[in-house]
């Protein structure tokens, strides 16, 4: 594994995202089922999660190594497979940010 993967910082960032992840998956078929406050919550859970995949997709954007250029080409490979194309990664996160802010909006309180 290249130095980026050993970094403590990104270990820390690695973990928190799977445990963000661990905790959505494990909630996720109960969403509607949820009160509109407990529905809010969760998306705001979602929105930290883009945060932190985000500030990852931006350090290995950045980095050098080897192993982060592979996870970066790899995460561009899956988007190309999920239907979006040649978009800019960052541009997905944004989006998806905005439709989790307008699903917000709509919740009834």
Known sequence: MGKFFESENVKGEMEDIYDLQKELMDVIMKFPYMSPEAQYIHIETVKELLEKQQI???????????EAQKMKETIRKGSKEMGFGDTDVNMIFSNMRNTLN??????KK
Request: aromatic fraction near 6%; glycine fraction near 0%.
């Open 56 to 66: 990852m997709w931006t350090r290995v954007s950045l980095s050098d190594d080897p």
């Open 102 to 107: 307008a699903v917000q909006k709509n919740l």
